[in-house]
Structures are given as structure tokens and as C-alpha cells.
């Protein structure tokens, strides 16, 4: 066997890959066998490419395959900076610090009201206080990646119990049965394919439309009116901003149908399971916050709060109100903490607001969503909905699609919090882990304001599709109509 180094000080001097050479010669553990012909290389630097990844890492770092964001040609959607403050800035969408996932730097871009003069919105202008009455939403850029599998027996088998960090590629191709490496994303409810722990696999909310990446919501989606309780379907009162109202009371096929008509040119539609696992999971990598969310506990069900420290949810009932001894906004120290990045430019409302309605459900079990099989299965694309098997019960994690955070943060367990009742709780910070069953057919994420310890960004609960003034949703953005066909 001849050590690599000897190898690299050969190279260094004849070789444009003199820097990798350098960073590898104190890899002292790597070897190079001078019989294997199993390499299919051609060049030495592809040789120590090969070399490099073999032991475990990559000579590109992931951050240098993060899918360029998705911008319109019309133009609606805007990419701009946030400031600690919250203050937004346009820039261009070529501009290196739009984003930077690798500093937890999230893309945004938000969409102005219909009617808005967007002249002075050009690259470089500021926004104003006043400016803000004429933003209709914000949205977030959640780029394609593969993940590091590490519960794809939820049955109990292999359970891997300790919380940790959900190991993230970003990459924009989809992974291949490579045993030991990586395998086909199933896609379907119940099924793990050629998935084992350990491989990794391309998370399904990007394979379903077919997309390098989406846009979601960076709040719950609000209702830009004096209420927030009409059970309606009207596109033109979404708004989606800090401070704002959730829209509640609203039932599944209004929620659904109020989100698809929002904006058919960028393929809008509510947000489903396996898009709002995506989310989670890049939230509890080295690119996110890597950790449980704090909760929005703000009772009127205000946007981008976050819980004060000084105010204890340990238990359930948590403790909710309004105002700064509760809580604070999302632009603040303490509001970072309710973001998927744990600063202003991520995802908020993933833990606590109002419970969050899943386009996700039971087959065949529509309850008092509102839909039934002609109005919703037979008249939507099913990329617009994640189906579960009709057979599923209170406790049929097996029946999760790999990707969706729900299986994969077991093992579960069956006990009381408070007067919470008899839930499963998953391994995963202890949120509630109660799968779609016969009475609650309907996914629903992330905890009520009032939930206290039972909020979370992995809590995963079974709701019956209908109006309630805890229910809202949010929205998605696939940022070009794939599917143009309307019921």
C-alpha cells in the first residue's frame, strides 16, 4: 500500500490541483492501493475526487449546489435582503449576499398588492415603514437537498432514539439504489423501497413537482380584512406578513381551493406533509437552527411571535397572551428563536400560532374537509396532496411517506401530558405523534398558541378537516404552473 501523501507531493508540483493536494496530506488514515483497478477515472484529479469522497466527504461543499431560487419573468416575485430589523432591501437575484445557506442566510422574496406601482422598486431601494403597506407577502426559498436516512424502520426496528442533526446535501439531481449510499425516494404511503438507514435519499416534496426547490410561506397564511374568520374561499384576502391575523375557521376545501387560485402562474397550493417535513428537516440541520423551534404562543393568533424566556412552557397548558411579557416579534433577539434559522431571514409560525391544516390525508376519508372523491381526488393533480393508506389507525407510523416527519421521529410513545389526554408522543422533543386515522383523517402540524410543550416543528397530530378557530394553513409556491389544469 503507498500513503496518498506521497501521491499528492508528486502532483503538487505539475498539477492545477495543488490546493486540494495540500488540504489531503495530512488525511494520513486514506490509502491508495496501486492494484485496484476498480477506479473509473480518468484524470488524477478525478482520481482524488474519488479519494476524498470515499472516506466520507466532498471536495465541493454542498453549499456550492444550492438551487438558484426560482424568480418569475413577470416579475411578481421580488428578491430582497432582510435586515435584522426586518427591513427589506431589493437586490438583484444574481447579488452573492441574497442568500447564503451555508450562514443559515435563507432566500426571500415577497410579492407587492395588486395595483402597487412596482417602479421604485428597483435593485438597491430601501423599503420605508409605508412601503410595508404595500407588501402583500413574504416567502422563503427551500432548496432541493438529499438527506442522511436514519429511521426508515418506524416499526421500532433499528430506532434511533437521540434527537440529533438531519444530516443535509444539497444536490439537484435525485439519488439512485447505490446499496450502502443512497436510494429511490418511494414516494407513497407505507412503502421504503430500497431505503436503509445510513443511505441517502432525495427528499420527495422536490420530486413531486418535478422542482430544483419551492417557496413557502414565511408565515401562516393571514386574511387581509376586519376578521379573520370566514370560511370562504377567497384568494385575493391572502396575505402572508408578520403581525397580522391567521386565517382561521376555515374548513380544508377552502383553505385548498383559496390557496390553488392565489397564484396560478407560481403553481401555488397549501402546504402538504411531505413539503412541511422539508422544511423541518433543513430547519434541524447545520443550515438551520438545528434545533426545536420556540413557539408563537401569541392568543390572538398574531404572525411571527415568539414566546419570552422568561415565560415557562414546560407543560400543557402553555402560557399565551399579548404583548412583551408574553412574547415578541419575529425581528427581535427573541423573535429569531421562533425561526427556522434562528435569524430573520427563515421560516416562522412552525411551532405554535394556529395549528396548521395539511393537504394531507386517509384515502378515501374526506370527513368534513368539505371535499369528496369528485371534488378532490378526481379533480387535482395528486402532486397538490399527499394520500396515506386507508387502513391507517392512531399509531400506523409505518404508513409514512419517507420525508414527511412523522415515522421517522420515533420510537413513539402512549402517555398523558396535563390534561392533554392519551397521545402518542414521538422520540423528538416529545410532541404529540398521533397519525390520521377513521375520526381524524387530516394531518395537522406544528401546535396551537396555547400548546405549551406540545408545540414543535416535528409534532404531527390527526384532525377532521373541518372549520376551527385553532385551524389555519400555509402556503407553497413551486414558482411556474407545471399544472395548469382547473377543475
Known amino acids: 500500500m503507498k500513503k496518498v501523501f506521497l501521491i499528492l507531493l508528486i502532483i503538487f508540483s505539475i498539477s492545477s490541483v495543488s490546493v486540494i493536494a495540500l488540504s489531503l496530506c495530512n488525511a494520513k488514515d486514506i490509502e491508495y492501493n496501486a492494484n485496484d483497478n476498480s477506479w473509473d477515472v480518468d484524470t488524477v484529479e478525478d482520481a482524488l475526487n474519488d479519494l476524498y469522497q470515499s472516506n466520507g466527504s466532498n471536495i465541493n461543499d454542498s453549499c456550492n449546489n444550492v438551487a438558484k431560487p426560482k424568480i418569475d419573468a413577470e416579475g411578481k416575485l421580488i428578491p430582497v435582503i432582510l435586515s435584522d430589523d426586518g427591513k427589506a432591501t431589493v437586490v438583484s437575484e444574481s447579488d452573492p449576499n441574497w442568500y447564503n445557506y451555508c450562514e443559515k442566510k435563507w432566500a426571500n422574496v415577497i410579492i407587492l398588492n395588486d395595483g402597487v406601482d412596482k417602479q421604485k422598486y428597483q435593485v438597491g431601494y430601501q423599503l420605508t415603514e409605508e412601503d410595508e403597506d404595500e407588501i402583500e407577502s413574504y416567502f422563503v426559498w427551500i432548496p432541493k437537498y438529499k438527506y442522511k436516512l436514519w429511521n426508515v424502520y418506524s416499526n421500532g426496528k433499528d430506532a434511533i432514539q437521540q434527537v440529533h442533526s ?39 416534496a422536490f420530486i413531486s413537482f418535478g422542482v430544483d426547490g419551492f417557496w413557502v410561506g414565511k408565515f401562516e397564511t393571514g386574511y387581509d380584512g376586519t376578521t379573520n374568520n370566514y370560511n370562504v374561499k377567497d384568494a385575493s384576502k391572502v396575505i402572508i406578513k ?17 390557496a390553488y ?15 412541511w417535513g422539508a422544511v423541518a428537516y433543513l430547519s434541524h440541520s447545520k443550515y438551520g437552527i438545528d434545533r426545536e423551534i420556540n413557539l408563537n404562543n401569541n392568543n390572538l393568533y398574531k404572525t411571527g411571535y415568539s414566546s419570552s424566556p422568561t415565560v ?12 412583551g411579557i408574553y412574547n415578541q416579534l419575529w425581528n427581535t433577539d427573541v423573535g429569531y428563536l421562533a425561526s427556522t434559522t434562528g435569524n430573520i431571514t427563515g421560516v416562522y409560525d412552525m411551532s405554535g400560532g394556529a395549528w396548521e ?21 378526481n379533480a387535482y393533480d395528486d402532486a397538490y396532496y399527499d394520500l396515506y393508506n386507508s387502513n391507517s389507525t392512531l399509531n400506523s407510523f409505518q404508513n409514512m411517506i419517507l420525508g414527511d416527519a412523522t415515522g421517522e421521529m420515533g420510537p413513539f410513545n402512549l402517555y398523558v401530558v396535563g390534561t392533554s389526554g ?12 398521533n397519525f390520521i386515522n377513521s375520526p381524524g383523517s387530516w394531518f395537522e402540524r406544528g401546535g396551537d398558541c396555547t400548546d405549551g410543550v406540545l408545540t414543535g416543528q416535528f409534532r404531527f397530530h390527526a384532525v377532521n378537516g373541518g372549520a376551527s378557530n385553532r385551524m389555519g394553513f400555509r402556503l407553497v409556491l413551486v414558482g411556474e404552473n407545471k399544472h395548469p389544469t382547473s377543475p
Open 166 to 204: 438531519i444530516d443535509i446535501v444539497f444536490d439537484t439531481t435525485n439519488t439512485t439504489d447505490i446499496p450502502g449510499e443512497s436510494c429511490v425516494t418511494p414516494m407513497e404511503s407505507g412503502k421504503i423501497g430500497d431505503c436503509n438507514n445510513e443511505e441517502y435519499m432525495t427528499h420527495p
Open 242 to 258: 408578520p403581525n397580522v391575523l391567521s386565517w382561521r375557521n376555515i374548513n380544508v376545501k377552502n383553505m385548498f381551493e383559496t
Open 261 to 275: 387560485e392565489y397564484e396560478r402562474d407560481l403553481d401555488s397550493h397549501m402546504m402538504k406533509n411531505t413539503e
Open 312 to 323: 415557562n412552557q414546560k407543560w400543557y397548558q402553555g402560557t399565551s397572551g399579548d404583548g
Open 357 to 377: 391544516n395539511m393537504a394531507s390525508y386517509r384515502s378515501g376519508t374526506y370527513l368534513n374537509s368539505g371535499f369528496n372523491s369528485e371534488t378532490f381526488e
Open 422 to 433: 392519551n397521545d402518542y408522543h414521538n422520540s423528538w422533543y416529545g410532541d404529540p405523534a
